[in-house]
């Protein structure tokens, strides 16, 4: 193995098992702080560990399954177009963290439909909306540009409290990307429950998902 490969930053899924991960260098929970973390580490992913983030063999005795469905009917990409800026949006993609809505109310306000105008803000607002938007759920272009997510370039992986892993930069290879997805930044299902595995399709936040709970 060459040594590039070998420091290769990268994610497996190990099929109804955990999530594998090799040299990543920052492990972090959504306040901030770091997770020691190994070389090598195996990452619960169905919501059932007792010793989350890591991977304790629970998901044997739950049965669990790392199948995704058949998800082609919610993979939409939704397009809102403004004067000087065009929002994409993909709702399968979405974990709903709401880093939109609280963040640019006016702009994105799902009582309102639709729920994307992004003419009721500046562009610099709505573009530092999609660049904080964890799931590339969102894009956005100007008039004769190519629709952008607006990725860091750093490298990490941050847990969400009762929520998903936040990706950015580790490469996950062998997966169904959904349309006008982001290879360098998304999310990943860590309760067990979303129908577009491996990634998170918000279904933690419609049941209210815990992650100190476990089962
Ligand atoms: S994932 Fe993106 S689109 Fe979905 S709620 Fe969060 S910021 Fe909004
Ligand atoms: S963590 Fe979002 S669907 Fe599982």
């Given at each position: 193995m060459s040594e590039e490969t070998e420091s290769k930053v990268t994610i497996e899924?190990?099929?109804?098992?955990?999530?594998?991960i090799k040299n990543l260098p920052l492990l972090e929970n959504s306040d901030g702080s770091e997770v020691p973390k190994r070389p090598v580490m195996a990452l619960c992913r169905c919501?059932?560990?007792?010793r989350k983030p890591f991977c304790?063999?629970?998901?044997?005795?739950?049965?669990?399954?790392s199948a995704p469905e058949d998800v082609s009917d919610r993979d939409k990409v939704y397009t809102y177009e403004g004067k000087d800026l065009t929002v994409y949006y993909n709702k399968v993609l979405c974990s709903h963290a709401a880093e939109c809505s609280t963040g640019l109310k006016s702009v994105f306000d799902p009582a309102r439909k639709p729920w994307v105008d992004p003419d009721l803000g500046s562009v610099d607002e709505v573009k530092k909306i999609v660049a904080d938007c964890p799931s590339g759920a969102l894009r956005f272009s100007e008039p004769d540009g190519?629709?952008?997510?607006?990725?860091?370039?750093?490298c990490y992986i941050r847990i969400e409290k009762n929520g998903p892993y936040h990706v950015?930069?580790?490469?996950?290879?062998?997966v169904r990307w959904a349309k006008g997805a982001s290879q360098k930044k998304f999310?990943?299902?860590?309760c067990g429950k979303s129908g577009n595995k491996p990634f998170c399709d918000g279904a933690h936040y419609d049941v209210k998902w815990k992650d100190?709970?476990?089962g």
């Open positions: 899924e190990r099929e109804d098992g955990p999530l594998v919501g059932a560990s007792k304790d063999g629970s998901h044997m005795a739950i049965e669990f399954k190519p629709e952008t997510h607006l990725e860091s370039d750093d950015c930069n580790v490469e996950i290879e062998n999310v990943l299902c860590r100190d709970e476990t």
